[in-house]
């Protein structure tokens, strides 16, 4: 079984900075993609970011030039640095990894329960 497991959420003061973490356990052959989505109340959840194995990363347009997405193949570790946060960036924070379990199984995703970031005015 894989599991990932968020942590770093909390609460923060607008302009204050935030460091997300993502680790990805169990049956793991191969990490893809990982990313970091979000969902605040009443809304759906959306792409925040997102880095293949290879480090080639995207972002959402909300969020360019104050979030930074990273990864640690070696940990199975996928990082969101948060920087200038905004009050409208409060949300539950959700890690996402395209997990191939096994060398002849195909890739699935894989979600983390998330973590909930809210920032205060």
């Known amino acids: 079984q894989v599991q990932l497991v968020e942590s770093g959420g909390g609460l923060v003061q607008a302009g204050g900075s935030l460091r997300l973490s993502c680790a990805a356990s169990g049956t793991i052959f191969r990490i893809n993609t990982m990313g970091w989505y979000r969902q605040a109340p009443g809304n759906r959840r959306e792409l925040v970011a997102a880095?293949?194995?290879?480090?080639?990363?995207s972002c959402a347009d909300s969020v360019k030039g104050r979030f930074t997405i990273s990864r640690d193949n070696a940990k199975n570790t996928v990082y969101l640095q948060m920087n200038s946060l905004k009050p409208e960036d409060t949300a539950v924070y959700y890690c996402?990894?395209?997990?191939?379990?096994?060398?002849?199984?195909?890739?699935?995703?894989?979600w983390g329960k998330g973590t909930l970031v809210t920032v205060s005015s």
């Open positions: 880095i293949t194995s290879g480090g080639s990363t």
């Open positions: 996402n990894a395209d997990i191939r379990v096994r060398l002849i199984s195909n890739a699935k995703d894989y």
